[in-house]
C-alpha cells in the first residue's frame, strides 16, 4: 500500500507567506504518514522562482523528515538562457531528484516558453509520472507514462472556474483510458476554481467506473491505493488497443 496525496490552495500574501502555511500543511500530511504528495501550478504569488534549492529549503527539510516526495508545484523557470515551466520533484531524502518539463505550453505561455520533450518517470514510494495542466489535455502525455510504467499519475494544475468542468473530464477519462490512478491540484481564488481531484477507479461486472474525491477551499486529503490491483486491467486495455490508421 502506498498513501498519496494533494495539496489545494489559496491566494497569499507572498511567495514566503504561501510557503510557510503550504509547509504547515506538508507536515500534518506527513504525520499522516503519506507518501508522496502534490501541489498546483503556479500557486505562489510571484510564480517564478528564482532558487529553487532556497526558496523549498523548509520543503525538503520537511520531505526529509517524514521520508515523503513532494511535487511543490510546477513553475517558470530559466536556464541556459531557455524559459520553462518545471515541475520539480523533492524525494524522500531531501533533494531534488528531478523534474518534468511541460510538454505543451498553454495559450499565453507559448510565446515565452519553451516545451518539453520528454514524459518522465519518477521512482520513490512507487513509480509515477507528472502532467502537468494542459498537458492533461493531449491523450498521448498519460497514455506514454502509463506505458513507461507510471503506477500514478500526478497533476499540477492551476484552472479557471470556467474551465473545471472540461477539466475534471479530461482528468476521469486519462484515468479511464490508461486505468491509472490521478491526483491533480488545482488554486482556489477568485480565478481559479479549485476542485482539486483524487481519481480513483473502480471496477463492477467488467465496467470501470471512476471514483472522485473533489477539495473546497485551501485543504489537503491523502488516500491509501493498492497499485497493484489496477496492473492487471490496464495490460488488458493496452493488449485490446489496435493499431490502425
Request: charged share 25%; hydrophobic share 40%.
Amino acid at each position: 500500500m502506498v498513501k498519496l496525496g494533494i495539496i489545494q490552495t489559496i491566494s497569499y500574501q507572498s511567495n514566503l507567506k504561501g510557503i510557510e502555511r503550504v509547509a504547515e500543511i506538508l507536515k500534518k500530511l506527513g504525520r499522516k504518514e503519506t507518501d508522496i504528495v502534490c501541489l498546483p501550478e503556479q500557486w505562489l504569488k510571484e510564480n517564478t522562482i528564482l532558487n529553487f534549492d532556497s526558496d523549498f529549503e523548509e520543503f525538503k527539510e520537511i520531505a526529509k523528515d517524514f521520508s515523503m516526495t513532494v511535487i511543490p508545484g510546477a513553475f517558470y523557470s530559466n536556464e541556459k538562457k531557455n524559459t520553462s515551466i518545471i515541475a520539480p520533484v523533492i524525494g524522500p531524502e531531501g533533494e531534488f531528484i528531478g523534474k518534468q518539463e511541460k510538454i505543451h505550453p498553454f495559450d499565453y505561455e507559448r510565446g515565452k516558453v519553451k516545451p518539453g520533450n520528454e514524459a518522465k518517470i519518477f521512482n520513490t514510494a512507487c513509480k509515477f509520472g507528472v502532467v502537468i495542466c494542459y498537458d492533461m489535455v493531449f491523450p498521448n502525455v498519460a497514455n506514454t507514462l502509463a506505458k513507461k510504467g507510471a503506477q500514478v499519475l500526478f497533476s499540477p494544475s492551476r484552472i479557471v472556474r470556467r474551465g473545471i468542468d472540461s477539466w475534471q473530464m479530461y482528468v476521469q477519462v486519462r484515468a479511464l483510458e490508461n486505468r491509472i490512478p490521478i491526483l491533480a491540484a488545482n488554486v482556489e481564488n477568485n480565478r481559479f476554481g479549485g476542485n482539486s481531484m483524487v481519481v480513483d477507479l473502480a471496477e463492477n461486472n467488467n465496467v470501470v467506473n471512476t471514483k472522485l474525491t473533489t477539495l473546497k477551499k485551501e485543504n489537503s486529503v491523502s488516500k491509501e491505493f493498492n497499485l497493484e490491483k489496477y496492473v492487471k486491467n490496464r495490460e488488458i486495455r493496452f493488449s485490446d488497443a489496435n493499431k490502425f490508421r
